[in-house]
């Protein structure tokens, strides 16, 4: 017995079926909207007690200058801490993988800093507040 051939309205039909899942998820995502965030609430207040007063800043030797060119360092190391001394704006110490690191030049060319272990990773660092 011979195979019938389906007509070409058959297979149209059977193509459109297979990719009808396909085209309701593509109409279904474009049309699903973000809620709107819930309105922030106030935070109350304990009973009038007057929030403390902050300590006053010292005083800065100014602002940071922010029109300085970039330049290229000898500092190859992975870097995870960078302070600047706040008294000696030039003056930069570097947290790496190979110990601490520092600049008297404001980051142009790096020294191991002597008395450190160049075995231990510095991760974090800190300045006092006095010079």
Do not use: C, E
């Not at 973000?34 to 007063?53: D, N, Q, W």
């Not at 190979?98 to 990773?121: E, H, I, N, R, V």
Request: charged letters at 10%; proline letters at 15%.
């Amino acid at each position: 017995m011979p195979v019938r051939k389906p007509s070409r309205f058959l297979s149209s039909l059977l193509i459109l079926l297979a990719l009808l899942p396909g085209i309701l998820a593509i109409v279904l995502v474009s049309s699903h909207t973000v809620p709107a965030a819930a309105p922030a609430l106030p935070i109350p207040r304990l009973a009038s007690t007057p929030a403390p007063a902050l300590p006053k800043r010292a005083p800065t030797a100014g602002p940071v200058p922010t029109n300085r060119a970039w330049h290229s360092t000898n500092l190859r190391l992975l870097t995870d801490a960078l302070v600047v001394d706040p008294s000696h704006p030039t003056t930069s110490i570097a947290g790496t993988v190979q110990g601490l690191w520092k600049s008297d030049d404001s980051g142009a060319t790096w020294k191991p800093l002597p008395g450190y272990p160049p075995t231990s990773a510095v991760l974090a660092l800190a300045v006092g507040g006095n010079p």
